[in-house]
């Protein structure tokens, strides 16, 4: 059975270019949840949708961030424009109703 | 590494020693408990959970304890081995029953088994 997976597993942008990040979640897995780990920082949430729709947004720092998860299948996450302290691992994660959360290997942006 | 400028608690153990990693959570309210591991290049493993209602949980060369009084969780790792050094992540939910799912991380705390 494949695992979540991540695309791209890296990524080296400008400040003030554009970078999407996908997620392809476990099939079948209803939930799916993006995390980051920003430098010298601990694994902090982002947002998690069921299915399609955003179950818990807080985590997002702020608008120039957008996710979204397409038919309830893979989901994206955008970053417009990226900033220098965007840098780091993305992490997405997938679990079925009340199961444990499998993550992905996760995507290292950098922003220069 | 991904590691590279985090600053991490560190903790070496002889390889077959047993291993005691520690973990102070923050939510006095949070029900559920998990330990991931982590190793180079990939996301953070599933390891043992534990919800609040109990104290210790047993699995294979892992047990985890939770002492609620003080908002402490450790994982205990029996017999390491090589293939055990990683960095561990203490992880707390709250209101898993109202399926609120969002995972709080700890720091972590990189392992490294002496061979």
């Known amino acids: 059975e494949a695992g979540v997976t991540q695309f791209p597993s890296h990524s080296v942008i400008e400040k003030g270019q554009t970078v999407t990040l996908r997620c392809d979640p476990i099939?079948?897995?209803?939930?799916l949840y993006w995390y980051r780990r920003v430098m010298g920082k601990e694994i902090k949430f982002l947002l998690h949708?069921?299915?399609?729709?955003?179950?818990?947004e807080s985590g997002m720092p702020n608008n120039r961030f957008l996710a979204e998860r397409t038919g309830g299948t893979y989901s994206t996450l955008k970053v417009q424009p990226a900033e220098l302290e965007d840098s780091g691992v993305y992490f997405c994660?997938?679990?079925?109703?009340?199961?444990?959360?499998?993550f992905g290997q996760g995507t290292r942006l950098t922003v220069v | 590494g991904e590691s590279v400028g985090l600053h991490l608690p560190t903790l070496s153990v002889q390889e077959g020693d047993n291993s005691i990693i520690n973990c102070a959570y923050s939510n006095s309210a949070s029900d559920y408990f998990i330990w991931y591991k982590q190793e180079s290049g990939k996301g953070p493993q599933f390891i043992i959970d534990?919800?609040?209602?109990?104290d210790k949980r047993q699995g294979q060369r892992v047990t985890v304890l939770l002492n609620k009084t003080v908002k402490h969780l450790s994982l205990q790792i029996a017999a390491t081995q090589p293939g055990d050094s990683a960095v561990y992540f203490c992880a707390e939910k709250f209101a898993v029953l109202l399926r609120r799912e969002k995972l709080t991380f700890g720091t972590g705390t990189r392992l490294t088994i002496i061979p």
């Open positions: 534990i919800r609040s209602n109990m």
């Open positions: 949708f069921v299915k399609e729709s955003k179950q818990d």
């Open positions: 994660a997938s679990s079925p109703n009340q199961g444990e959360a499998f």
């Open positions: 099939s079948g897995h209803d939930n």
